[in-house]
Structure formats: C-alpha cells, structure tokens
C-alpha cells in the first residue's frame, strides 16, 4: 500500500511564500514521475507541476516563474516552493503520479492565500 502524505499548508498573504512537502511510502518513490496537483472548490483538480525521476520539470503556465518542483530520492520526498502566491493558488494541493494517477489521494494540504 502505498501513502502519500501532504504537508506545508496554511494562510499566507498575496505575496507570500510556502513550501509544501509530500512523504511518500510504500513504493520504490524514485522511479515514479511525480507531479503536485491543486483543487478548489467548484473546480476541476488540475495539475500545477511534475517531475520525472531524472528531474525534468512541467509547470502549468498558471504558475511558471512562481512555482518549484523539487525531488529528494533518498528522502521519498516532493516538494513544491511557491512565492509571490496570488489568491487564485487558493486550493487544496495533492501529490501523486502524473500525467496519470496511479495511488490513491492523500488528505492534501490547504493552501489559502488572503490579506
């Protein structure tokens, strides 16, 4: 059984920065490509970033010049590095595989961005 565990959430001004992490168990994490994905409410889940096993990096144009994806193999880890958040990044951000899902969901972390 593989678990992702989402982390780093939380309320950050129009401007501000987050780290977000995601913990993966149960699986060989570094053969996965690994992607974070977004959802807020009334909206479609959508991907904002990826990352293959090499480190080759997508981001949606959404976020580009504003979002890192980042890997550490040795720590089963995904992280995201976002600054100059903007309210529109307001979701609940969730890791998996991409481009397609291959575990289930974890509980994401709640990225809210307001003054």
């Known amino acids: 059984q593989v678990q992702l565990v989402e982390s780093g959430g939380g309320l950050v001004q129009p401007g501000g920065s987050l780290r977000l992490s995601c913990a993966a168990s149960g699986t060989i994490f570094s053969i996965y490509n690994m992607g974070w994905y977004r959802q807020a409410p009334g909206k479609q889940r959508e991907l904002v970033a990826g990352?293959?096993?090499?480190?080759?990096?997508t981001y949606a144009d959404s976020v580009k010049g504003r979002f890192t994806i980042s890997r550490d193999n040795a720590k089963n880890t995904v992280y995201l590095q976002m600054k100059s958040l903007k309210p529109e990044d307001t979701a609940v951000y969730f890791c998996?595989?991409?481009?397609?899902?291959?575990?289930?969901w974890g509980q994401g972390t709640q990225v809210t961005v307001s003054s």
């Open positions: 998996n595989t991409y481009p397609i899902r291959q575990f289930y």
């Open positions: 990352i293959s096993g090499g480190g080759t990096t």
